[in-house]
Every structure is written in structure tokens, then in C-alpha cells.
């Protein structure tokens, strides 16, 4: 695959015949690539934090880790996580704050799968 190459799935309905179980775990599958070269490079994948309306369901986050072999970390609240993360910048660009390591205090965990 070329450096630049793109892919997108549009218009994807029930009446496609595509089934949406199987085409997702095959794009979890493709995941497992970066996290094995980055493993060859000694440098696990460690703990995933799962952010974003597809974090508060379980069932997909414990797919996740089970096929790529890591923790992944349900953050509480994880639909406002984009906004936490955008509000932590600032105040580092404003310099109230060094950097966003803070949030890591601030941002409980609410599973662990």
C-alpha cells in the first residue's frame, strides 16, 4: 500500500449485503500491524485509552483488546473527550499549564478491558 493511499466506505446500508461485524474486525485486524512493528522496535503498545461515542459500549472495546493483545482503558465521559482535549491545549499554549500531563489526574477510568 502507498504512503499516501486513502480508503473510505460510503454508503454502506443493511439492503449492501456487507456485514458490518465482519468488515470491522477485518479493520481491527489490519491494527495489529503498526503494533507488531512498533512491538519489533521495542516499543509495546501498552495501555489504549478508548475515547468517543464508540467508548461507552464494552462489547467492541473488549474485541479490541482481545485482538490486539492490549489493555484498553474506557475513560469516563469518553463522548466529551475531544473537547478535554482541546481545553488542555490551550491552557498549554496559554502557558497555564506545562504540558497536558494533568489530564491524566483529571480524566478518571472507568473500565478496563
Known amino acids: 500500500m502507498a504512503l499516501y493511499s486513502r480508503g473510505q466506505l460510503a454508503e454502506l446500508r443493511a439492503e449492501t449485503g456487507i ?5 470491522t474486525l477485518g479493520i481491527l485486524h489490519i491494527f495489529r500491524n503498526p503494533r507488531d512493528y512498533a512491538e519489533a522496535y521495542g516499543q509495546p503498545l501498552g495501555e489504549i485509552p478508548a475515547v468517543g461515542g464508540g467508548a461507552i459500549g464494552g462489547v467492541w472495546l473488549q474485541i479490541i483488546a482481545d485482538i490486539l493483545g492490549a ?6 465521559e469518553p463522548q466529551d ?8 491545549l490551550a491552557l498549554v499554549a496559554a502557558g497555564a499549564e506545562p504540558d497536558v500531563s ?5 480524566v478518571g477510568i ?3 478491558f
Open 71 to 76: 489493555s484498553v482503558l474506557a475513560v469516563a
Open 19 to 23: 456485514e458490518y461485524d465482519q468488515l
Open 110 to 112: 472507568d473500565r478496563t
Open 81 to 88: 473527550a475531544g473537547a478535554r482535549g482541546v481545553g488542555a
Open 102 to 106: 494533568f489530564l491524566r489526574d483529571d
